[in-house]
């Protein structure tokens, strides 16, 4: 076992995991933090995306460990002050979701998207979204929320 201290959604968590413990798994079952899905288990269907500092990471192919003293950030700490981010309301306004079960991980890595690329194309969005599949959409209201979640953040 070791023990881990991460910062997660702005609040110090600390834990004792397996050292085989997946950081999806730590977040869901240690943090009760579900709105990290995990979908494949394989790094297939980007359910599972988190940012850990800074960066869009699928959790369920990142040790627990791995996260010991990061910033991470969750679905559940991507609003601020009762402030829907960009991305969140962007998948709202546009309709960007039908089930809902690859939705954190699509807003999670569109946020990460628009913050390293502001005004990204079609042909950047459809490889910046590379990694996260969709059963239910056909991706068009996606990327046209990925376009106004930019349009957002830009304001």
Do not use: W
């Not at 079960?101 to 910046?128: Q, R, Y």
């Amino acid at each position: 076992m070791a023990k881990i201290t991460m910062t997660v959604n702005g609040k110090k968590s600390t834990g004792d995991v397996e050292d085989r413990a997946l950081l999806a798994n730590f977040l869901r079952d240690e943090l009760k933090l579900t709105g990290t899905h995990v979908g494949c288990d394989t790094s297939q269907c980007g359910a599972c995306t988190v940012h850990v500092d800074g960066r869009a990471i699928k959790s369920c192919t990142m040790l627990a460990v791995q996260a010991d003293g990061a910033e991470v950030v969750t679905i559940e700490g991507l609003a601020k002050n009762g402030k829907l981010h960009p991305a969140q309301q962007a998948f709202t306004e546009c309709h960007a979701l039908q089930c809902g079960f690859c939705t954190p991980g699509m807003i999670m890595t569109t946020a990460a998207l628009i913050k390293d690329n502001p005004k990204p194309s079609d042909e950047e969005i459809v490889h910046g979204l590379e990694g996260n599949l969709c059963r239910c959409t056909g991706y068009l209201n996606i990327v046209k929320a990925v376009k106004r979640a930019a349009e957002l953040q830009a304001k």
